[in-house]
């Protein structure tokens, strides 16, 4: 027998399985509080989780960006920099591409994602330029690239300004425990408000070049291929940083719901902006406004809830995000090659019986 791709379970009254094998979603019913527990968090991989020994794994600050490379254990890590706690939300960027591809009646390549490839964790660290600055960043240091330990070493360039942020840090722990096993032990990169494929899992090398760096990570993948969208240098699109304004209903799809009064939550998240209001309309109501009961902050998802009576038959629940930058949910996506990017209103059935 070989060893399973994933270490945590993944039961489907928890998780929504893609069927690649890799990418399991958070069931949006079963997301509970701010905070998406361990063992309910969404995985996304390009590989089989690797197993690592803490012990005998080292982390390399390389490259032609930075004067003296070197090295850290993980008891470095753990015990010789000061530690910080963020909560930030990851989302890949192509939450959502099943009802995209219903939206515009075609099926993109990639995985097939419903709502729940987004979560919310504490990650506690060290700030990356923590470990960069003993690594002495020359002056004309452009791009900063984390490496995975993964069997394809997936990799994303990230700008040296985004890599030196206050909350962009090398996780060692998520929600108070050492990082589990398919979330990136011993240590992750957790780049906030970006996509979720920048926050590399599995770190190994971290490489800092005075050079735009290219990988098929932002030339042929998580980039926005379309007519629109003009080819930049190699990259067939521009690379996605920030995911799409969206919100969500935490019910399942389709709904089914007794007739009466009930409370109806959601999420609603802003990639580095956060949100400032959302909005509901019943069937062909007008919109009215949700009450924000978590207002979350840049990085951060929100939670919201309304109140329904809800008379017996068909309904259609539309549930709409607005951000700090005056940036509202369109009822459409902008179509693009890989179904990435989704932030339309979705047309929630919800079907409410007479008993």
Not at 85 to 110: D, K, P, Q, W, Y
Not at 136 to 146: E, L, S
Not at 155 to 160: K, S
């Amino acid at each position: 027998m070989t060893d399973p791709a994933l270490v945590k379970p993944t039961p489907p009254e928890l998780m929504d399985d893609t069927g690649t094998g890799l990418d399991y979603g958070t069931k949006p019913t079963q997301m509970l509080g701010d905070i998406t527990p361990n063992d309910r968090f969404f995985v996304r991989s390009h590989a089989p989780t690797p197993r690592i020994d803490a012990d005998t794994w080292t982390l390399h600050i390389d490259g032609d960006g930075v004067r003296e490379p070197l090295s850290y254990s993980y008891a470095q890590l753990r015990d010789d920099f000061p530690l910080i706690s963020i909560v930030r939300t990851l989302e890949c960027a192509g939450n959502r591409r099943v009802l995209f591809g219903e939206e515009v009646h075609h099926t993109f390549e990639g995985t097939q994602w419903g709502r729940g490839a987004i979560s919310t964790a504490e990650w506690t660290g060290i700030r990356l330029r923590d470990l960069l600055a003993p690594a002495d960043i020359a002056d004309d240091a452009r791009d900063v690239m984390p490496e995975s330990l993964d069997e394809i070493r997936a990799r994303r360039p990230l700008p040296l300004a985004k890599a030196l942020a206050d909350d962009t840090i090398v996780a060692i722990a998520m929600n108070g425990e050492p990082l589990p096993a398919d979330h990136g032990f011993p240590a992750r990169l957790v780049v906030s408000g970006w996509l979720g494929a920048a926050s590399i899992k599995w770190l190994g090398r971290i490489e800092v070049s005075t050079q735009h760096l290219y990988t098929p990570w932002n030339t042929e993948d998580y980039v926005l291929i379309s007519p629109e969208h003009a080819q930049e240098g190699p990259a067939r699109g521009p690379a996605i940083t920030e995911p799409a304004l969206s919100s969500m209903i935490e019910l399942p799809w389709p709904a089914t719901l007794s007739s009466g009064t009930h409370v109806i939550r959601g999420r609603a998240f802003a990639g580095e902006g956060w949100v400032t209001a959302v909005e509901y309309r019943i069937d062909g109501g007008p919109w009215r406004p949700a009450t924000i009961t978590s207002p979350g902050s840049s990085g951060v998802w929100a939670r919201w809830q309304f109140r329904w009576d809800a008379a017996p038959g068909d309904h259609v629940v539309r549930v709409r995000a607005t951000d700090n930058r005056g940036t509202v949910q369109p009822e459409h996506t902008p179509w693009n090659e890989l179904g990435y990017m989704h932030q339309s209103v979705l047309a929630h059935p919800v079907n409410v019986s007479s008993t």
